[in-house]
């Protein structure tokens, strides 16, 4: 079975939010433990991506080129889950302001993911009333270089 790694995507300042968004208390904790209740099904402990610092034991890790946005973060945490010790295959992404995303849906899209053909070059996102969420979703780790490029 391919191997999923969870990524919170935790950069950006909170200006609009006028506080660091981590702490945000939302229904069933913080914007952080929600997020990582939500990844806590997956292989492996979830990275804190954009971030020097994390609490909660998280893997903080910075942004391989800081201040361009989440892409760039993307960019970094699929480079990095491809290269760790018994390489991920996929990284489940999920933007720390998504807390309505729970476990079962991350679970839903690492199985629709897995069921592609050629799921190291694909990605399944969230899609809502609202439309599609292409910071939530899975990603495989062969579409690093096409991130770059953008």
């Not at 079975?1 to 935790?10: E, F, N, Q, S």
């Not at 893997?59 to 080129?65: A, I, K, Q, V």
């Not at 933007?95 to 190291?120: F, H, I, Y």
Request: glycine share 18%; hydrophobic share 45%; aromatic share 4%.
């Amino acid at each position: 079975m391919t191997r999923v790694r969870g990524v919170i995507l935790a950069g950006g300042a909170g200006r609009r939010m006028g506080v660091a968004k981590e702490g945000v208390a939302v229904p069933g904790g913080t914007l952080l433990t929600r997020a990582w209740d939500a990844l806590a099904p997956l292989d492996a402990r979830p990275v804190l991506q954009g971030a020097s610092r994390a609490p909660h034991g998280l893997e903080p890790r910075p942004d391989g080129r800081p201040g361009e946005g989440p892409l760039a973060g993307m960019e970094t945490a699929l480079r990095a889950a491809a290269g760790e010790r018994g390489g991920a295959e996929g990284v489940a992404f999920l933007p720390l302001d998504l807390p309505r995303v729970t476990a079962p849906v991350v679970l839903a899209l690492v199985e629709r993911w897995r069921g592609l053909p050629e799921p190291g070059g694909c990605a399944v996102v969230v899609e809502t009333r609202r439309g599609i969420q292409p910071l939530a979703g899975v990603y495989g780790t062969g579409l690093a270089n096409g991130l770059s490029t953008w």
